[in-house]
């Protein structure tokens, strides 16, 4: 696990969230997330997703990282690294109705 680049992303993190700037960090990786897998954007930009509810926005780009197999202490280069190599950019598969 690379403890040093989660600490220092924790840290800037945490800074600009002091400086009431932190969805803007936020708002930088859910836009790479959505080019990466060519997700839609909604009716509502990433930026203010993460300025209106920050841990909600945050809470949806972990989901969609988990259900796409990442893997957070490797990191975004190396998931993203890791999605290449395997040529994972669709979408996962759901079932349909509520019986998931």
């Known amino acids: ?3 040093e680049a989660c600490f220092a992303a924790s840290m800037i993190y945490m800074a600009l969230g002091y400086a009431g700037c932190a969805s ?13 897998f060519g997700l839609p ?3 509502i930009p990433d930026g ?7 841990f909600c926005a945050l809470c949806q780009d972990y989901r969609e990282l988990k259900n796409r ?3 957070p202490s490797l990191g975004w280069e190396a998931n993203v690294e890791k ?8 979408p996962p598969v759901a079932e349909p109705g509520m019986a998931r």
Do not use: F, P
Not at 24 to 36: F, P
Not at 83 to 90: C, P
């Open 48 to 54: 203010l997703v993460h300025c209106l509810c920050c």
């Open 1 to 3: 696990m690379d403890y």
């Open 69 to 71: 197999g990442a893997d």
């Open 24 to 36: 803007m960090y936020g708002c930088t990786y859910r836009t790479k997330l959505r080019g990466l």
């Open 41 to 43: 954007e909604g009716s």
């Open 83 to 90: 999605w290449n190599q395997e040529g994972i950019t669709a």
